[in-house]
């Protein structure tokens, strides 16, 4: 679906309820040259009850005092922001993307002008909400953390019985904790996925550093997604699993890099290498002296560089050769050195 990896900056909720801070990771993930910034948008009494106890990762970064909805509920940005952030992204020349996480937020974000639909791992199982997302018909990028292949099945069914053409819809491998242990990431899930299914894939990033991000770029990840922050240090539930400002810059650099080194993978000399294949390479010498007449012997021939001359894998065909002129030591063989050369290049060279 993407000519290059479309690298999703996740700002997510780490503005802490906050537009000026909001507006700085725009800053920071158009400087660090992602493509998108993305954000969470959702109204916290419609996603969550009281009820709903913390993840183990949200009370370790933000205590016990509250409940998970009072948590939220200080993140929360108002429709209002984000018609004010996603014009703000378009001015700083990148694009604006949020995750909605229920049904009102999503026909906000319709209204609004997203380009594609993100839905996050813990949605793949909401059947009221994958239908009205399917329904608009725009690009689906779809998250699987915690889910089986039969439950990507499940939710790629609806999204294209509910609407959505087939090849609009991207599917992301993720491994939805914070951070993610290595052993549990399991990045050749991501390929067994994009087997299954024949779908455009992606890497959801939730490890520390960069590294796993850009290995999965190097298995064929077309999407990658990685949450960033202002400071690891703010109080907030995602800031300690965040990338600081230089790591997302880092990550974006090490992805380009990586892009442009995976190449078309037809083997043939580069350009930059072709220079040097008569420097590294070899060709046919003689070992010592020679007068005109001499029946060449192996014991006459040594391979050395340069090797802008008679190629070494002709070696035992010059067995038997005649020379008609006189060479020095350490000549560099040509066919012009070989009577009826002409007959011996053109079966050497055919």
Same mark, same amino acid.
């Given at each position: 679906m993407y000519k290059k990896t479309l690298i999703i900056a996740e700002a997510g909720v780490n503005h802490n309820g906050d537009i000026e801070l909001a507006k700085k990771l725009i800053d920071i993930a158009a400087e660090a040259g992602a493509d998108v910034v993305k954000f969470q948008t959702f109204i916290a009494e419609n996603v969550i009850s009281k009820n709903a106890v913390k993840a183990e990762y949200q009370t370790n970064n933000t205590g016990t005092s509250e409940s998970q909805l009072d948590m939220v509920k200080k993140l929360e940005l108002s429709f209002d922001d984000f018609v004010l952030l996603k014009?703000?992204? &378009?001015?700083? @020349?990148? &694009?604006?993307l949020s995750t909605p996480f229920d049904l009102e937020s999503?026909?906000?974000? *319709?209204?609004? @002008?997203?380009? !594609?639909?993100?839905? +996050?791992?813990g949605e793949i199982t909401n059947l #009221?909400?994958?239908?009205?997302?399917?329904?608009?018909n725009k690009e689906i990028i779809l998250s699987t953390g915690m889910a089986s292949m039969a439950e990507i099945d499940a939710a790629v069914k609806v999204l294209v019985n509910s609407g959505t053409a087939r090849d609009?819809?991207?599917?992301?491998?993720?491994?939805? &904790?914070? #951070?993610?242990?290595?052993?549990?990431?399991?990045?050749?899930?991501?390929?067994?996925?994009? *087997?299954a299914f024949n779908l455009s894939v992606g890497y959801s990033d939730h490890t520390s550093g960069i590294e796993v991000a850009i290995a999965a770029v190097s298995l064929g990840a077309e999407i990658i997604e990685k949450h960033f922050t202002l400071d690891?240090?703010?109080?907030?539930?995602?800031?300690?699993a965040s990338l *600081?400002?230089?790591? !997302?810059?880092?990550?974006?650099? @090490?992805?380009?890099?990586?892009?442009?080194?995976?190449?078309?993978?037809?083997?043939? +000399?580069?350009?930059?290498?072709?220079?040097?294949? +008569?420097?590294?390479?070899?060709?046919?010498h003689l070992k010592q002296q020679l007068d005109k007449g001499h029946v060449l012997t192996e014991n006459d021939l040594i391979m050395?560089?340069? @090797?802008?001359?008679?190629? +070494?894998? &002709?070696?035992k065909r010059l067995i038997g050769c005649i020379l008609r002129r006189d060479c020095i030591a350490d000549h560099q063989l040509e066919y012009e050195d070989i009577e009826n050369e002409s007959r011996y290049s053109n079966e050497l060279e055919g």
């Open positions: 014009s703000y992204a &378009e001015e700083k @020349g990148i &694009e604006f999503i026909s906000f974000l *319709d209204n609004l @002008g997203v380009r !594609l639909f993100k839905i +996050p791992s #009221p909400y994958l239908e009205q997302i399917a329904a608009r609009k819809i991207s599917i992301l491998h993720c491994t939805t &904790e914070y #951070p993610a242990p290595f052993s549990d990431v399991n990045l050749r899930a991501m390929q067994s996925i994009r *087997d690891k240090t703010m109080e907030g539930p995602d800031h300690k *600081d400002p230089l790591e !997302l810059k880092a990550m974006v650099h @090490g992805i380009r890099n990586v892009e442009a080194a995976l190449g078309t993978g037809v083997k043939a +000399p580069a350009e930059s290498e072709k220079k040097n294949i +008569p420097i590294a390479r070899k060709s046919i050395k560089r340069p @090797g802008d001359g008679i190629s +070494p894998m &002709e070696y």
